[in-house]
């Protein structure tokens, strides 16, 4: 896709209808640790690493409001807000909004994994979650918050335009950014049902895009980055979920 068709460049003239984020006080920069994490419950657990940052469930609602308004607001809108929720006054993560930054993010190489969220086997209850989809993204540095942003704003977008145009939400998420990349797990409702079965069906028919020793539907974008899709790569992503989720 050239870049003058890809939404992203759309630049929108209206404000946004849909998204009510809190006027925050700016509070001065500070050295920003190496590890940055979100967990599904609300609880933040308890840390002394001064290399280990935990986001609050504030932030998720802020995430979920932003992500779930893209396909009314736009990515071009939602792009310039969502890194500043994800590592906000950040020294160590971009989160500008700028050619460079967009060029970045929509190069960015990802795996994602499909499943029922039941298979998480999660210790605890999250409400309206039917799917998970597991995603990894290698070390980019400081462009992660922005590279981890646009990889959900367009999941959504193009999914939900794949998907017969059915509307899903994002209900929860939990992810963890550190110096060998981004990785995390999205739960979604039962609207992302076509969206999950059109993934089904192509891995089916794809021998790369369906590992019977994991038995779940993945894919890249690009379509082309067969190095993600090693049987090595996938079981440390979802061992890396599975301690996640059990923080």
């Known amino acids: 896709m050239s870049p003058r068709h890809d939404p992203i460049f759309a630049i929108l003239t209206q404000p946004s209808m849909h998204i009510n984020l809190p006027v925050l006080a700016t509070p001065p920069l500070m050295a920003s640790p190496t590890t ?31 992500v779930n308004a893209v396909w009314d ?4 809108i939602t792009f310039g807000l969502l890194p500043n929720v994800i ?16 060029r970045h993010a929509k190069r960015a190489p990802v795996l994602f ?4 969220a039941t298979s998480l086997l999660l210790q605890f209850s999250v409400p309206n979650a039917v ?5 990894f993204v290698p070390a980019s540095g400081p462009f992660q918050s922005l590279d981890l942003s646009y990889i959900l704003l367009r999941f959504m977008d193009r999914y939900i335009r794949s998907g017969n145009y059915s509307r899903f939400n994002l209900v929860s998420l939990s ?34 895009a369906f590992r019977r020793s994991f038995d779940y539907p993945i894919c890249t974008w690009p379509s082309n980055v067969t ?20 923080l």
């Open 36 to 66: 940055h994490c979100l967990v599904l419950q609300d609880q933040v657990p308890s840390s002394e690493e001064e290399t280990v940052s935990y986001s609050t469930d504030n932030t998720r609602a802020q995430i979920l409001n932003i």
């Open 73 to 76: 607001d736009g990515l071009f």
């Open 87 to 102: 590592t906000p006054n950040s020294d160590r993560y971009r989160t500008d909004r700028c050619l460079e930054t967009i």
């Open 113 to 116: 994994i499909w499943m029922k």
């Open 131 to 135: 799917y998970a989809v597991l995603f």
């Open 175 to 208: 992810y963890k950014l550190g110096p060998s990349g981004s990785f995390g797990v999205l739960l979604f409702d039962n609207g992302l049902r076509n969206a999950y079965m059109q993934a089904r069906l192509r891995a089916r028919r794809s021998r790369n």
């Open 227 to 246: 190095h993600l899709t090693r049987p090595e790569v996938i079981a440390q992503l979802m061992r890396g979920v599975e301690l996640l989720v059990a």
